[in-house]
């Protein structure tokens, strides 16, 4: 399991705990990016993250350096496979 898996399975269990909160009241997520090291935080209501969770793909949580990393992911999952 990579760092992002990682952090998703985190993140989604923040969301569960935090379901009965207002969806304007911001909470800590962790930067879904693929760096171990990483331990940025990202602030996101409720609602924000069921957004980026219920895009199709979902679009991950990253901190501002991980906007990179979605530019990638977006070019490589956009490419033909081969």
């Known amino acids: 399991m990579d760092g992002a898996d990682l952090y998703r399975q985190v993140n989604d269990s923040i ?6 909160g207002s969806g304007v009241e911001t909470w800590e997520f962790l930067c879904e990016c693929p760096e171990i090291e990483c331990h940025a935080m990202v602030s996101l209501t409720l609602v924000e993250f069921d957004e980026r969770r219920s895009a199709s793909p979902p679009v991950p949580i990253l901190a501002a350096h ?17």
């Open 15 to 20: 969301r569960r705990l935090a379901s009965g």
């Open 66 to 82: 991980g906007s990179d990393y979605a530019r990638r992911s977006e070019t490589q999952s956009a490419s033909p496979s081969r």
